[in-house]
């Protein structure tokens, strides 16, 4: 009789200890950052968001972007500019005079605080622009640390590029150098509570030093980075969670203008399969500030297929990003070193991105790097114009077929098997199989979820 007692309390003891110690998924993940799984970024820029262009005034946004569906809000450098060789009237970004202030034009430094607090408190997570290959001419660095800069043979400070005039370039070479700015980057992890970086112009640093700030940012909390860079891959070994696509955005540009056609997307994807770190991924896009306000904007590059574009950056391998203003369907060139303001006026393509987003969000097959799924091409009749792709789990599976091209498509895709789907923008359900003929407008689409 002692004997079963002792069991049953050994049994109940054990079973109290197991249940004490259960724990969702996101706790018992071994990746800090699981939470960028499915998350979708947004790039913030603060001088054009609103006529005021202040932290405060941006924060009346927050509800919008929160049910618009966005997790990652990425700001543009909000440091002072300089004022010595300043291009326009109000500088750009990314001639930093102090990485330790912000901008008063946007606000202070409590105003930043507060609006990363309530960010938080929404659910949001925050990245700031890191720009650390060069700073402003007037910056505070410069009167007391010139040897922290590249120089001439006579002694001059010079630019990374010419046409870069309003920026002087850092030489890491200097031991000193390298502990400001990593000064400077731990000052708003631990200070503010950001989340990580979007790096500018990251292969003009050092891989090292991007591998030892990670690993400092690191020991103050896990910190998300993404590398403005595509060709340095050994970037993403130990220093960066995801880097541009920007071989993916030009050939989505170059399709449309008809240069390159739909056969160039698997290559491209077998070559992130081949090249990229366990784990790591292109950051995917239409429009960010670079491309809007020097490019053009997505209607002028994109035309018609804006839409159709959209879906592909959100179906494919890669984390998403919306550019600010593009859920209200921005069509000008914001002027970039002058105050020129977003019109909300037409909030035209909020509800298209927010049916994105929860289709990417409620399917795991689409989610970002290692908590997502591979994409499987499909051949079809007519490669040259028609990508089809499946991506899947053990428990879901999406199907994607657009039609990359200005002429009707009507023909079979070859699918094998027969599988039930919903369909994403149309409605309704429906079995597909290799015998059904699909009907597609120039630059049409079809998404199905399967069942």
């Known amino acids: 009789m002692k004997t079963t ?13 197991c249940s004490h110690g259960l724990k969702t998924n996101s706790e018992t993940s071994s990746d800090p950052l699981s939470w960028s799984g499915d998350a979708v970024m947004y790039e913030v820029n603060i001088r054009q968001y609103t006529p005021e262009g202040t932290f405060d005034a941006f924060a009346k946004h927050l509800p919008r972007l929160k049910d ?53 408190e929404m659910g949001f997570k925050v990245l700031l622009d890191c720009v650390a290959n ?38 890491y070479n200097n031991p000193g150098l390298r502990a400001a700015m990593l000064d400077a980057m731990k000052f708003w992890v631990a200070e503010v509570g950001i989340d990580g970086y979007r790096c500018d112009y990251a292969g003009g640093v050092p891989t090292d030093f991007w591998e030892t700030a990670r690993a400092e940012l690191d020991k103050i909390k896990p910190v998300f980075m993404l590398a403005e860079d595509q060709d340095h891959t050994d970037l993403l070994n130990k220093a960066f969670d995801c880097n541009y696509g920007w071989t993916f955005h030009h050939y989505m540009n170059e399709i449309y203008k008809g240069e390159k056609n739909a056969e160039v997307i698997p290559g ?3 070559k992130i399969d081949s090249t990229y770190p366990e784990g790591t991924y292109p950051l995917q896009f239409t429009s960010n500030h670079d491309e809007n306000s020097w490019q053009g904007t997505e209607y002028e590059r994109l035309g018609n297929a804006v ?21 209200a369907a921005l069509n000008k060139r914001l002027v970039f070193f002058e105050k020129d303001t977003i019109s909300w006026a037409n909030l035209e393509m909020q509800d298209f991105y927010k049916t994105l987003i929860s289709l990417k969000k409620e399917n795991k097959a689409l989610w970002n790097g290692m908590y997502g799924a591979n994409i499987q091409f499909i051949k079809t009749p007519a490669p040259e114009k028609l990508l089809a792709f499946v991506r899947e789990t053990d428990s879901n599976k999406i199907l994607v077929i657009i039609n990359l091209s200005n002429e009707e498509f009507s023909g079979s895709i070859g699918i094998e098997g027969k599988t039930m789907y919903k369909n994403l923008f149309e409605g309704g359900v429906i079995e597909i199989d290799s015998t059904d003929i699909f009907n597609l407008h120039p630059w049409g689409y079809r998404v199905f979820t399967g069942m």
């Open 5 to 17: 007692i002792l069991s049953l309390f050994l049994i109940l003891f054990l079973l109290n200890s």
């Open 68 to 120: 618009l569906g966005v997790e990652i809000l990425w700001f543009m450098p909000i440091h002072p500019i300089g004022e010595k060789n300043r291009k326009g009237s109000l500088g750009s970004y990314y001639s930093i005079k102090d990485y330790k202030a912000v901008n008063p034009e946007f606000g202070t430094m409590s105003d930043f605080k507060e609006l990363v607090a309530k960010a938080h």
């Open 134 to 171: 060069h700073t402003s001419w007037d910056n505070v660095w410069m009167g007391k640390h010139k040897e922290w800069y590249s120089q001439d043979s006579l002694g001059n400070v010079i630019p990374p590029v010419p046409d870069w005039s309003d920026v002087a370039d850092l030489n």
């Open 268 to 270: 491209y994807f077998a």
């Open 307 to 327: 839409k159709t574009f959209a879906v592909l950056t959100f179906t494919v391998p890669g984390m998403p990003m919306i550019y600010s203003g593009q859920e």
